[in-house]
Structure formats: C-alpha cells, structure tokens
C-alpha cells in the first residue's frame, strides 16, 4: 500500500511540474505578445491578452517624492498604442518570479522603457492573469516608473 501511495504521489508531482512549465510558457508568451503589440502599434494584439475590464495603474513620486497611484482605462492605453506615432514603444522586461495557483498568475518583471532607442525610464511590472478557455489574459498591470536606479 505504501509503494501505491508513493507512486501516486510521485505520478501527481511530475503531471503538475509539466502543467506548470505549460503554464509558465504560455504566461509569458501572453506578456511578450502584450510587447510586441506595443512595438507594432498593433491595437488588435494587444486586446488579444487582455481580458475585459483589464485594469491598469502606475505608482510614481511627485515633485515632493510622495507615492501617487494613477489609474488608466484599457481602451485608452489600446487607442494611444493604435494610433500612429513616430517612435517605437519598447518595454524591455526581465521575468522576475512567477506565481500560478490554478487558474491565477502573479509576474513580477524589472523593465527599461525606450521611445525609439533613447531610454525614456525604468521599474517593475507585475502583471495578474486569468487562465480562460481562450488562453492566459491579463487582467491587471500595476508598475512602478523611475529614470533612474534602473535594474541592469
């Protein structure tokens, strides 16, 4: 009886160490798509990971250093990367620690973000995703933005 409980334990452990590298891929080829919607001025890319009612909010320091949360509309970031514009917008992330419990995601990503080639600012991204039939979709971004102390 032992033995049958070890195998079973062992059969569980490998199934859900290969479901979570799955996971894990498919969680960050959703974020590179997010990025190379950007790049691409692509509209439709980016609505492709975005699950309705995707929030996004950004903590940065005023002028006297105090913490403000601003929060933006999805349908607003989606319009301003459609709409052309001159510059390339590329955010250069590092995955950083991923966290699955089922059907949740949790990244935490260092990035540098660039118009064109000339370095704009820096900070983290932590991204939440929602495991849908469709696939992973983020449901909220939160960063931080700085232009200097930048992770290298």
Avoid at 42 to 57: N, Y
Avoid at 84 to 102: A, C, L, Q, S
Wanted: charged letters at 25%; a neutral charge.
């Amino acid at each position: 009886m032992k033995r049958v409980l070890l195998l079973l334990i062992a059969v569980f452990t490998v199934i859900t160490s290969f479901a979570q590298k799955a996971d894990t891929a498919s969680i960050k080829q959703t974020i590179n798509t997010l990025f190379d919607g950007m790049r691409k001025g692509d509209s439709t890319l980016l609505l492709s990971v975005f699950a309705k009612d995707m929030i996004l909010q950004s903590v940065a320091e005023d002028a006297s250093g105090k913490a403000i949360l601003s929060t933006e509309k999805a349908d607003g970031f989606v319009k301003a990367i459609g709409t052309p514009h001159k510059m390339v917008y590329d955010e250069r992330i590092t995955f950083g620690t991923i966290n699955i419990d089922g059907d949740l995601a949790s990244v935490w990503a260092p990035y540098k973000f660039y118009l064109g080639d000339k370095f704009s600012h820096c900070g983290v991204d932590v991204f939440q995703l929602l495991k849908t039939p469709e696939g992973w979709k983020i449901i909220y971004i939160v960063d931080t933005r700085r232009k200097d102390n930048c992770i290298e």
